[in-house]
């Protein structure tokens, strides 16, 4: 059958995913290395209103997210600081 998946696949336990608090610390641990990052650009890039949307992302829209939305939020949230990182560089 073409979709059917090899014997060896269907055989191997699913990878463990770790605790709810092991997952959520994860999370936290990487809000905060964001947070820091954010705070580390300079003046020009606390001007831009694309600082303000990434601080709003991890901040409100990340409290108020559900667990399994919030490693999105911090993806959308890690691509806003590379484009503002990028900006700076060039401004």
Known sequence: MPNR???QMRDAAPPKRGTFR???DNLEAQRTALM???SGLGGNAQRHPAYKRALRLLNDTFRNAKMAQR???LQAATWLIDVLEQLTTIL
Request: no cysteine; charged share 35%.
């Open 5 to 7: 998946r090899p014997r």
């Open 22 to 24: 092991q997952r959520y």
């Open 36 to 38: 820091q990052r954010l």
């Open 71 to 73: 490693l999105a939020v």
